[in-house]
T-cell receptor
Framework: AQSVSQHNHHVILSEAASLELGCNYS??????LFWYVQYPGQHLQLLLK??????LVKGIKGFEAEFIKSKFSFNLRKPSVQWSDTAEYFC?????????????FGQGTILTVHP | DAMVIQNPRYQVTQFGKPVTLSCSQT?????MYWYQQKSSQAPKLLFH???????NEADTPDNFQSRRPNTSFCFLDIRSPGLGDAAMYLC?????????????FGPGTRLLVL
């Protein structure tokens, strides 16, 4: 069965700092990869996803992620964070085998951005 | 513009007293999912419906059941809640038909077991 590992439980940054959140998955076949974000008091929502093509994908609010197949990684990046990026970020994988989006999530990374 | 609605947002129940959580959607999606998320842990898929077809995860306890009477509604029944079942329960939907499709989540119901 597939699994997803997020390296950091809590990341604290100042505004304008660069961000990289690590995500590794364990599955040898074709995968679809997602980052979801949960802002305080809100529901989970999609930030970006990769399913084929260019391994560098761009999402909302200036986020991007790079799929590196050889490293089984899908790290999330943002060059300059804002206070409003304070949220919990979840990496997720769909390892195929179905015709719909059944997901396995990582444990999440809480990002706190200080003004 | 609420798309996935969960009621109630907070639910308190007693040890062993059956409880039902509800989820409704306005997206007309084919697939509905229930996740359990305990504190500081990943959301864990319990089961899902593709239309009327029920799919249970292998490690979901028998204590958890689900019903989907129509496209719009899905219920999570916990027959005899234990203290370990206290968690956030998330409902999600997806269109169905594509492995890369997005899931749309509700706000969750936080269950407290006394």
């Amino acid at each position: 069965a597939q699994s997803v590992s997020q390296h950091n439980h809590h990341v604290i940054l100042s505004e304008a700092a660069s961000l990289e959140l690590g995500c590794n998955y364990s599955y040898g076949g074709t995968v679809n990869l997602f980052w979801y974000v949960q802002y305080p008091g809100q529901h989970l929502q999609l930030l970006l996803k990769y399913f084929s093509g260019d391994p560098l994908v761009k999402g909302i609010k200036g986020f991007e992620a790079e799929f590196i197949k050889s490293k089984f990684s899908f790290n999330l990046r943002k060059p300059s964070v804002q206070w409003s990026d304070t949220a919990e970020y979840f990496c997720a994988v769909n390892a195929g085998g179905t015709s719909y989006g059944k997901l396995t999530f990582g444990q999440g990374t809480i990002l706190t951005v200080h003004p | 513009d609420a798309m996935v609605i969960q009621n109630p947002r907070y639910q308190v129940t007693q040890f062993g007293k059956p409880v039902t959580l509800s989820c409704s959607q306005t997206l007309n999606h084919n697939v509905m999912y229930w996740y359990q998320q305990k504190s500081s842990q990943a959301p864990k898929l319990l089961f899902h419906y593709y239309d009327k077809d029920f799919n249970n995860e292998a490690d979901t306890p028998d204590n958890f059941q689900s019903r989907r009477p129509n496209t719009s509604f899905c219920f999570l029944d916990i027959r005899s809640p234990g203290l370990g079942d206290a968690a956030m329960y998330l409902c999600a939907t997806s269109r169905g038909g594509q492995v890369e499709e997005t899931q749309y989540f509700g706000p969750g119901t936080r269950l407290l077991v006394l």
